[in-house]
């Protein structure tokens, strides 16, 4: 059973940093990517940062670019998201997910759709 468990959120002031982990396991399909998304009450889920598992290329929304930064371990069990420069608009539940492979071209890299799993969740909150 694939399992992915965020954690690190927490509530900061702006301009604030924060680091968010995720650990995978129970993983046996080889993985196109993970990524990383946003969600706020009453609107879609959001692709904040997302990484190709086989060349590393790392992908960001716009609006956290040169602020956020994705990251993998060797054995991809461990996912991570450095924010820095925090704003309130990157208040949210967090959510880590795992694409498999081969993956749809259909789906951006940083669309919902391109992933399969997802864990639970974990709140950031920035405060101005």
């Known amino acids: 059973q694939v399992k992915l468990l965020e954690s690190g959120g927490g509530s900061v002031q702006a301009g604030g940093s924060l680091r968010l982990s995720c650990a995978a396991s129970?993983?046996?399909?080889?993985?196109?990517?993970m990524g990383w998304f946003r969600q706020v009450p009453g609107k879609e889920r959001q692709g904040v940062a997302s990484?190709?598992?086989?060349?590393?290329?790392?992908y960001y929304a716009d609006s956290v670019k040169g602020r956020f930064t994705i990251s993998v371990d060797n054995d991809g069990q461990t996912l991570w998201l450095h924010m820095d420069n925090l704003k309130p608009e990157d208040t949210g539940i967090y959510y880590c997910?795992?694409?498999?492979?081969?993956?749809?071209?259909?789906?951006?890299?940083?669309?919902?759709?391109?992933?399969?799993?997802w864990g639970q969740g974990t709140q950031v909150t920035v405060s101005s």
């Open positions: 990484i190709y598992m086989y060349n590393y290329e790392a």
């Open positions: 997910a795992s694409g498999k492979s081969p993956d749809s071209a259909h789906y951006s890299i940083l669309a919902p759709g391109k992933f399969q799993d």
């Open positions: 129970g993983i046996t399909y080889k993985r196109c990517c």
